[in-house]
């Protein structure tokens, strides 16, 4: 069964703290890898697609690299504003379907 | 503002009643598709359709229908809503029938079944 895990659930920092969040996934006939942001009470906002392993993007703040079966968002002396839930969708072969993760919670503490 | 137009944004009813949720896509947008969120299973994906045709189906219940109009907008009914209907409930629309460069989401409605 296609599945995609994030971890940690939550995450604290300082502002300043460097960490990096996780997106396992086992999706056979990978078409896409997506990050998007949540703020509570909104809808998703999109924020990088990854296609093949290796891949990197970047928006200020963060990072985002693909591997065979993982993906990391890097986020490098974050500020208070970026705290929001993180979440991580793969993309079915079929194109029209996303499998979502829980998401990963990140509070940055001024 | 994504573009994506939910309506309303929430709604409290009781067990047993039916709902009708609206989704206006962002302009130029074909695909509608829609998913629930749950405090413990994160974004569900329910159905989609693209220009007026279903074209993908996911974890959507019997009780829980869904049509997209000429005009493209969309509704999401649900019937005899039990209290695990409880979610935010999200439409997200691409240009195409594939979402290849991901979403724009709407800001979602919240249902509470009491």
């Known amino acids: 069964e296609d599945q995609v895990t994030q971890s940690p659930e939550a995450l604290r920092l300082q502002e300043g703290e460097s960490s990096s969040l996780n997106c396992s996934y086992t999706?056979?006939?990978?078409?896409?890898l997506f990050w998007y942001r949540q703020d509570p009470g909104k809808g998703p906002e999109f924020l990088f697609t990854?296609?093949?392993a290796g891949e990197e993007k970047e928006k200020e703040r963060l990072k985002a690299t693909l591997t065979k079966k993982e993906s990391f968002l890097h986020i490098t002396a974050p500020k208070p504003e970026d705290s929001a839930t993180y979440l991580c969708?793969?993309?079915?072969?079929?194109?029209?379907?996303?499998?979502f993760g829980t998401g990963t919670s990140l509070t940055v503490i001024p | 503002d994504s573009g994506v137009t939910q309506t309303p944004k929430h709604l409290i009813t009781a067990t047993g009643q039916r709902v009708t949720l609206r989704c206006s896509p962002r302009s130029g947008d074909l695909s509608v598709y829609w998913y629930q969120q749950s405090l413990d299973q994160g974004l569900q994906f329910l159905i989609q359709y693209y220009n007026g045709e279903e074209r993908a189906k996911g974890n959507i219940l019997e009780r829980f229908s869904a049509q997209q109009f000429p005009d493209l907008h969309s509704e999401l009914n649900l019937s005899s809503l039990e209290l695990g209907d409880s979610a935010l409930y999200f439409c997200a629309s691409s240009p195409r029938g594939e979402g290849n460069y991901g979403y724009t989401f709407g800001s979602g409605t919240r249902l509470t079944v009491v």
């Open positions: 990854l296609y093949s």
């Open positions: 999706v056979s006939g990978l078409r896409g």
């Open positions: 969708a793969v993309q079915a072969p079929t194109g029209n379907q996303f499998y």
